[in-house]
């Protein structure tokens, strides 16, 4: 520090003559203004590293922030397709569940409607296996007994009918695996092959869905 205050007494006593002396008479003063000058050096290179700082500071702040958000939207993104795909999820669990329910209340009655075909085939067996020569005012007892089988069998038919259940009589149509069942394959003048010359017992569908398959036999080529 000496040495600093005689080079700065050198410097000015060539300048300011009367300085010196007084710097001369008050050493204490140099030193002081000295000590000043440099922390006043010192404190703008603190703020200036202060600012910098500040500078930076904000940069690293806005990175991570972006990166949160960058983070926050995938999971937004995540959480969105998620409960889009559980909303899918539900929607296709009611339909089928609605299906379920509708197909319950029209195939419900599936075993029972089976059980009385049988009663309907025996019906129309008694109708058929009665000679129509004999049904005759002569005869009234059978022509009552006919005439009473012929209505029940109308009735039933009715029944079914209104109960989605309808018959299959495919006599001449195409042989059509999904509604029929060929007991038989023999070829016959004057029909066209692929065809169902005979039915040996009616099918019937209910709803559209065959519920019995009609006993065919099929014309084959020759």
Same mark, same amino acid.
């Given at each position: ?6 080079? !700065? $007494?050198?410097?000015?006593? =060539? $300048?300011?003559?009367?300085? =010196?002396?007084?710097? $001369?008479?008050?050493?204490? *003063? ?11 050096? +010192?404190?703008?290179?603190?703020? =200036? ?22 983070? *926050? ?20 669990? $009611? ?13 419900? %009655?599936? =075993? ?9 085939? %025996? ?6 296996? !009665? ?7 002569? +005869? ?7 005439? @009473? ?6 009735? %039933? ?7 989605? *259940?309808?018959? *299959? +009589?495919?006599?001449? #149509? ?11 394959? #023999? ?9 169902? #010359? ?9 709803? @559209? ?14």
């Amino acid at each position: 520090m000496a040495a600093v205050a005689q080079c !700065v $007494r050198g410097a000015l006593r =060539s $300048r300011y003559p009367l300085l =010196s002396l007084s710097l $001369r008479t008050s050493p204490r *003063l140099l030193c002081v203004a000295t000590q000043q000058k440099n922390n006043g050096q +010192n404190l703008e290179e603190d703020q =200036s590293q202060s600012q910098n700082e500040q500078k930076a500071e904000p940069s690293s702040a806005e990175k991570m922030l972006a990166e949160e958000k960058a983070k *926050l939207e995938e999971q937004l993104k995540e959480v969105n397709d998620k409960y889009k795909r559980a909303l899918a999820d539900a929607e296709n669990v $009611r339909q089928r569940s609605q299906k379920l329910v509708e197909e319950a209340k029209l195939y419900g %009655i599936q =075993s029972f409607c089976k059980d009385l075909l049988e009663v309907a085939d %025996i019906l129309e067996k008694a109708t058929e296996s !009665v000679p129509k020569e004999e049904i005759k005012d002569e +005869n009234p007892h059978l022509k009552s007994l006919y005439e @009473g089988l012929v209505m029940t069998e109308v009735q %039933i038919q009715k029944v079914f009918k209104k109960h989605g *259940l309808l018959r *299959l +009589n495919p006599v001449g #149509a195409k042989f059509d695996p999904y509604e029929h069942e060929a007991l038989f394959h #023999a070829p016959m003048e004057g029909k066209e092959p692929g065809t169902i #010359a005979l039915v040996s017992k009616i099918g019937y569908k209910l709803h @559209g869905r065959t519920l019995r398959p009609a006993l065919v036999g099929v014309v084959k080529d020759a």
